[in-house]
C-alpha cells in the first residue's frame, strides 16, 4: 500500500501563515490526532528503548560501533554575552574542513587520553569518544535543542552537582582553553569561518539490539535520522526540492520548513493529489508539537467539514 509521512515542525514554527484554500478544505476533511511522545520514536522502535545517536552514527560512519559505549563529542562554535554563552553553531554549519581535523586532533586527543576516552573524527563534523565499560555519564542534550540557548541550561548533567557531571564541566572547561589558544582557530576566523572554540557532548549509548521503521525509504538531511534508518535496514537518501513523481512507503523528514507556502506548493499539494488520484492511499502530517491529521482519499466526501486555516490544534 503506498503510504506517507511527512514529518513537520512545530505548528508554531509557522506562525501567522496561512493554508492555500484547496489545501486547507483538504486538511479539513482529515482526522486529526494529538500523537503522544517525540517524533523519533513514532518513526523508530529502538531496542532497549532510548536514543544512542552516538554508536549508531559510528555504525554508519565506519561500522566498527560493535559493544563499545560512545559519545559524540562534535565540533560547535559558542559565543560569549552578557548573560554567559550560547551556542550558535554545530554540524553544517561549522564548515569544517580535513585541514581542520589535521590541525586540532594532536592537541585534542592527549587532553581526552588523560581522561580515559579515545577521540577520533572519521567525517568532519561528527567526531567521537570511545568510553571504557564502566564509564558514568551525567545527561547531555542534543545541539538542535540547545542552538541559541543560554549555555548553563545545557551544560552536561544540567542543574547537577554529581561527580560525573563535575568532571565532564571540568574537562569541558580545558577543551575550550585548549581551542580557544589553537592558532587553527585564527585562521578560520580570518576565511570567514565561526571558531571551533568548544565541542558538544551527546547522544552516549551502545549499538541498540534492533531497531525498527515501519517505511522502506527515508528521506532526510539529518545524519542522525539516516544512520537509524539505515540500521533498521531502510533505503535512505537526501531531500529533494520537492515530491517525487512516484510515493511508496516513504518517511520525509521536512522539519527544517518554515515556509508554509513552499511546502504546500512541494509536498503538500502534490501528495494530496495523488490522495485523489488513489496513486496514495495514505498520507500523515506529523507535526513536531504533537498535532497529527491522518488522510485517506474516501475523506473527500465529507463536503460539511470547514476548511482548515493552520497546521495548529
Known amino acids: ?38 517524533q523519533q520514536a513514532r518513526c523508530f522502535e529502538v531496542l532497549p528503548a532510548g536514543w544512542p545517536a552516538a554508536a549508531v552514527g559510528r555504525e554508519a560512519d565506519r561500522g566498527d560501533a560493535g559493544s563499545h559505549a560512545w559519545l559524540r563529542a562534535d565540533p560547535v562554535h559558542v559565543r560569549p554575552d552578557l548573560n554567559g554563552a550560547r551556542l550558535l553553531a554545530h554540524g553544517g554549519a561549522m564548515q569544517v574542513e580535513p585541514a581542520d ?143 517525487p513523481g512516484t510515493v511508496a512507503d516513504l518517511l520525509v523528514d521536512l522539519r527544517d520548513a518554515r515556509d508554509l507556502a513552499q511546502l504546500q506548493a512541494a509536498w503538500l499539494s502534490p501528495l494530496f493529489d495523488a490522495l485523489h488520484r488513489g496513486g496514495l492511499r495514505e498520507l500523515w502530517l506529523d507535526c513536531e508539537s504533537g498535532e497529527g491529521y491522518r488522510l485517506v482519499p474516501s475523506q473527500r466526501w465529507r463536503f460539511w467539514r470547514k476548511p482548515r486555516g493552520g497546521l495548529g490544534a
Open 101 to 243: 581535523v589535521e590541525a586540532l586532533m594532536p592537541a585534542l586527543k592527549p587532553l581526552f587520553g588523560d581522561a580515559g576516552v579515545a577521540l577520533d573524527a572519521p567525517v568532519t563534523e561528527r567526531w567521537y569518544l570511545r568510553l571504557p565499560p564502566g564509564t558514568v555519564l551525567p545527561g547531555f542534550s542534543p545541539p538542535d535543542a540547545a542552538l541559541g540557548a543560554e549555555l548553563l541550561e545545557h551544560m552536561p548533567g544540567g542543574d547537577s552537582r554529581s561527580p560525573e557531571a563535575r568532571r565532564w564541566r571540568s574537562l569541558l572547561s580545558e577543551v575550550q582553553v585548549l581551542l580557544h589558544n589553537h592558532p587553527r582557530n585564527a585562521m578560520r576566523q580570518a576565511a570567514g569561518r565561526p571558531a571551533i572554540n568548544s565541542l558538544w557532548f551527546w547522544g552516549a549509548g551502545r549499538l541498540p539490539t534492533e531497531v525498527r521503521c515501519t517505511y522502506r525509504h527515508v528521506m532526510s538531511e539529518d545524519d542522525t535520522w539516516l544512520a537509524f534508518a539505515k540500521q533498521a535496514g531502510c533505503e535512505t537518501s537526501g531531500l529533494p526540492a520537492r515530491c
Open 1 to 38: 500500500m503506498a503510504r506517507a509521512r511527512l514529518l513537520l515542525p512545530s505548528a508554531a514554527r509557522f506562525g501567522g501563515q496561512r493554508l492555500h484554500e484547496p489545501v486547507a478544505r483538504v486538511l479539513g476533511r482529515a482526522d486529526a490526532h494529538a500523537l503522544a511522545g517525540s
